[in-house]
């Protein structure tokens, strides 16, 4: 490590954190309540927390021992195919690699359900590679991923992985299908970022 990485998680970077200053951006700043499906170890949940916003984290593991408490940040136990949430009760969804572990279908009918009309959801995740289109995205990663590990240390935050079972075009065809009228887009490090707007 040769220098240090502008970022707010430059003491806890990776390909994840790499992208919550962008997901906390895009929430919208009104958001009231605020859902983070396959929270982990809650660090997203808190740093979306905002004064007068209630982040409840998810995870199927529940609350890590690790996990801090922060003012309304609420970290439970809960599964991204049976949401804790009624209809329509949600301003705003984050998820971050998280998709490859569910039943995609019901997740995503779940963040249908429970996002409030107008409500933002933001799906972060990847894909297996497929032919030379993705052969090249890969090879940007690649170049990003040596430029930024060069000035910090990758943080493994000891959170369930698994391979992601789809193809980034499968990916990216499931999520057109069940949040239609989203905008994909290809990130570098390996991840893409989805993002819909539940209709009025
Ligand atoms: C790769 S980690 C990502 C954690 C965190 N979102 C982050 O930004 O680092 C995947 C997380 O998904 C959780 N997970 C696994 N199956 C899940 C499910 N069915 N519903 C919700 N979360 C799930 C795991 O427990 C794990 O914390």
Redesign the pocket.
């Known amino acids: 490590v040769t220098g240090t990485l502008a970022h707010p998680f430059a003491e806890r970077w990776?390909h994840?954190?790499h992208y919550?200053p962008r997901l906390a951006a895009a929430v919208p700043a009104d958001a009231g309540v605020v859902l983070?499906?396959?929270?982990?170890?809650g660090?997203?949940a808190r740093y979306l927390a905002r004064p007068g916003r209630m982040v409840l984290g998810?995870?199927?593991?529940g609350p890590s021992p690790a996990s801090t408490p922060a003012p309304g940040v609420h970290l439970a136990v809960?599964?991204?195919?049976e949401l804790p949430c009624a209809d329509s009760s949600v301003d705003a969804v984050?998820?971050?690699?998280?998709l490859h572990?569910?039943?995609a279908l019901r997740?995503l009918a779940e963040i249908r359900r429970v996002l409030r009309p107008g409500g933002t959801a933001l799906v972060?995740g990847y894909g297996r590679s497929d032919g030379p289109r993705d052969a090249a995205y890969e090879l940007r990663d690649l170049l990003w991923h040596r430029r930024l590990s060069r000035r910090t240390v990758a943080w493994e935050?000891g959170?369930?992985?698994?391979d992601p079972a789809g193809t980034w075009a499968e990916a990216r065809a499931l999520l057109r299908s069940e949040l239609p009228g989203g905008t994909y887009r290809r990130l570098p490090l390996w991840r893409y970022l989805y993002t819909w707007r539940r209709p009025r």
Do not use: R, S
């Open positions: 990776n994840n954190a919550y983070d499906i396959g929270c982990g170890d660090t997203l998810l995870d199927p593991d809960g599964t991204a195919e984050t998820m971050v690699m998280v572990h569910t039943d997740a972060l935050p959170v369930a992985v698994a």
